[in-house]
């Protein structure tokens, strides 16, 4: 049995891939979910349903529009600004890893980026806490999972200015409050469908404000009138997003798998803290409930370890390269067994292994 701690792209339960094969040979009359025109019924209904879904399993409320687009959260990071900001202005960002820093260096084709505060000279092992947000801020940036050095900020810093979030790696994997937002994106591929789509959740009423002249595919507004669909939209992406949604809601929607992915984080981290041959690298207080990053007190064991996890049927535990290590990440898909799987492994090994 082989068990996927890969960090993505699109770690998805084994029906969701069986139904979505189906649609490749046969969505409707013989015809596969790839040929059909974009513009069907069948296919609205199906952007129909994936915006439902979202907008239902996050409890998005009035005034708020969700949107499919493509370009991946890294689009998003020039989008963001090119929508939101004003020449001459500032907008501040929390640097909590690459992807933020990365969404730092888009800013500066519209405007200015303030950080408020970074962890880079720990190698992001923590979450700042001590900032002050600058009330002529036009945003707040966030990251609220940092994929790479497995942190996570589960709650909302307090502000006045608008609250940007880049929640790609850990979006509806837990309970939020969207309405402490106003904007939410994501690139789909952990917990909500493949590669090549990016989800948006947007309150309307900040658009509309800047003067930077936007290409039409690069603004919010067109695609809001398009309904997701003002160009061909990526139609496989959003119909597997589609049905992974549908299994998130028959398995008791976010707050069902809340329960079930602190019960795995614990489970894993428990282990961590109590196994002498291993340690955690991140603050405790900012570990993340997705990817659990840990290290081998003895480093010469780490290859012997990977090694041994990798012919017990473990994939994708390998660290990020600029952390090291190990990095298991425990998506949606990733049934609680998969991590006591983990959990005995390291045991077998420690004990194997102890002197
Ligand atoms: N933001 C976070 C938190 C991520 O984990 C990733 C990718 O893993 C990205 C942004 C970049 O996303 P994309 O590859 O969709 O551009």
């Known amino acids: 049995m082989r068990h996927n701690f890969g960090a993505g792209p699109c770690i998805l339960p084994q029906e969701v891939f069986k139904q979505a094969s189906q649609a490749v040979l046969d969505f409707k009359d013989g015809l596969s979910i790839l040929e059909i025109s974009h513009r069907t019924p069948e296919f609205e209904a199906v952007v129909a349903e994936a915006v439902k879904l979202a907008k239902e399993l996050l ?22 600004p090119m929508n939101l900001l004003n020449e001459g202005q500032t907008a501040s960002y929390l640097e909590t890893g690459v992807w933020a820093n990365k969404a730092i260096k888009e800013v500066k084709n519209f405007g200015k980026a303030n950080v408020v505060a970074s962890s880079k000279e720990a190698n992001f092992t923590y979450i700042p806490k001590d900032f ?4 002529d801020s036009a945003y707040f940036h966030f ?13 909302v810093p307090v502000t006045k200015v608008p609250v940007v979030c880049d929640m790609s790696s850990d979006i509806m994997s837990r309970v939020i409050d969207v309405s402490q937002y106003d904007l939410i994106y994501a690139g789909a591929q952990k917990n909500i469908g493949p590669a090549g789509a990016t989800v948006v959740i947007v309150k309307d009423e900040i658009l509309g404000k800047t003067t930077n002249k936007i290409p039409s595919m690069l603004d919010y507004r067109q695609h809001i009138e398009g309904g997701s669909m003002y160009n061909t939209p ?3 992406a959003i119909y597997v997003a589609m049905l992974n949604l549908r299994w998130l809601k028959s398995k008791g929607g976010v707050a069902e798998i809340e329960k079930e992915n602190i019960a795995k984080a614990n489970a894993l981290y428990t282990e961590i803290d109590r196994n002498p041959l291993f340690k955690g690298t991140c603050a405790v207080e900012d570990r993340s409930r997705m990817n659990v990053c840990f290290v081998m007190e003895n480093p010469e064991l780490e290859k012997p370890f990977l090694k041994f996890a990798e012919e017990n049927g473990m994939e994708g535990i390998k660290g990020h390269r600029s952390v090291g290590g190990f990095r298991a990440s425990i998506y949606n898909a990733l049934p ?4 006591h799987a983990l959990v005995e492994l390291m045991q077998e090994f420690a004990e194997k292994n102890q002197k």
């Not at 499919?68 to 989008?79: D, E, H």
């Not at 002050?132 to 009330?135: C, F, G, S």
Request: aromatic share 10%.
């Open 143 to 155: 990251t609220s999972n940092n994929t790479i050095y497995g942190t996570e900020l589960l709650t």
């Open 336 to 339: 609680i067994t998969s991590v």
């Open 59 to 80: 409890n998005v409320p009035e005034g708020y529009s969700v949107l499919f687009l493509q370009g991946g959260a890294s689009l998003q990071f020039a989008m963001v």
């Open 234 to 236: 990526p139609v496989f």
């Open 132 to 135: 002050t947000i600058p009330e």
